[in-house]
C-alpha cells in the first residue's frame, strides 16, 4: 500500500522549534518529489512546501520562507520539516503528502496529518 | 499567486441530485487543475486532475471539466458517501494555492 505517515507534532511555545517527520511506504521513494501542505482546524488548505526528489531544490511558501527547512532522507524513506521562530499563526494540522506526477504539484496520498499547535 | 475561488461555499443536497461545484482562477491555468475530497477528521483524497482525469478507484460519477481560469465539479448522483468538503488546487504555479473549499451537506 502507498502511504506517507507523519509524526512529530506537539505544543510548543512561541519562538519554538519543531520538526516533523514523514515516512512513505510502499512506493519508490527516491523518485518522487515530496511536499508539506497544513490546514488550521476548520479552514482551508496551505501549501507549505516541497523537496525535490533527490533533496537539492527546495520551494517555500512566503508565509515559512526562512524558518522552514524541508529536507530528506532517501535512505530513511523520511522527508523532514524543521520549524524554527514559530508563531501562533502556524498552528495548524500538517500533512505530507507525495507528488503523484513527477513534480507537477498533484498531491497524492497525504498522510493523516500531524498536529502543531503555537501556544503560551 | 494565483488566487482560487469556489462557489458555493456550502450546497445542500439530496441524495441521488446531480451536483456542480464551480472553481475560477484569476488567471489562466490551462488544465493544470486538481480536486480533492476531504470528510471531517481525515486527510484530502485525490479526486480529478489536468482537470478531467478521474484519479484510479474514484467513483464515475465524478467528473471535471474546464480550462483556463473557469472549472467545474459535477457529481451526476450525489451518494451518502459524498458528503464532505471539496477543494481545487492549481498546480501551474509556485506558489501551489487551493480554493477555499466547497461543503456539500445532507438537505
Known amino acids: 500500500e502507498v502511504q506517507v505517515v507523519e509524526s512529530g507534532g506537539g505544543i510548543v511555545q512561541p519562538g519554538g522549534s519543531l520538526r516533523l517527520s514523514c515516512v512513505a511506504s510502499?512506493?519508490?521513494?527516491?523518485?518522487?518529489?515530496m511536499h508539506w501542505v497544513r490546514q488550521v482546524p476548520g479552514k482551508g488548505l496551505v501549501w507549505v512546501s516541497r523537496?525535490?526528489?533527490?533533496?537539492?531544490?527546495?520551494k517555500y511558501a512566503d508565509s515559512v520562507k526562512g524558518r522552514f527547512t524541508i529536507s530528506r532522507d532517501n535512505a530513511k524513506n523520511t522527508v523532514y520539516l524543521q520549524m524554527n521562530s514559530l508563531r501562533g499563526e502556524d498552528t495548524a494540522v500538517y500533512y505530507c503528502?507525495?507528488?503523484?506526477?513527477?513534480?507537477?504539484?498533484?498531491?497524492?496520498?497525504w498522510g493523516q496529518g500531524t498536529l502543531v499547535t503555537v501556544s503560551s | 499567486d494565483i488566487q482560487m475561488t469556489q462557489s458555493p461555499s456550502t450546497l445542500s443536497a439530496s441524495v441521488g441530485d446531480r451536483v456542480t461545484i464551480t472553481c475560477r482562477a484569476s488567471?489562466?491555468?490551462?488544465?493544470?487543475l486538481a480536486w480533492y475530497q476531504q470528510k471531517p477528521g481525515k486527510a484530502p483524497t485525490l479526486l480529478i486532475y489536468?482537470?478531467?482525469n478521474l484519479e484510479s478507484g474514484v467513483p464515475s460519477r465524478f467528473s471535471g471539466s474546464g480550462s483556463g481560469t473557469e472549472f467545474t465539479l459535477t457529481i451526476s448522483s450525489l451518494q451518502p458517501d459524498d458528503f464532505a468538503t471539496y477543494y481545487c488546487?492549481?498546480?501551474?504555479?509556485?506558489?501551489?494555492?487551493f480554493g477555499p473549499g466547497t461543503k456539500v451537506d445532507i438537505k
Open positions: 503528502a507525495r507528488d503523484r506526477f513527477a513534480g507537477d504539484g498533484v498531491f497524492d496520498p
Open positions: 510502499g512506493f519508490s521513494f527516491t523518485n518522487y518529489w
Open positions: 523537496v525535490n526528489s533527490d533533496g537539492t531544490n527546495t
Open positions: 488567471q489562466s491555468i490551462s488544465s493544470w
Open positions: 489536468k482537470p478531467s
Open positions: 488546487q492549481q498546480y501551474q504555479t509556485y506558489p501551489l494555492t
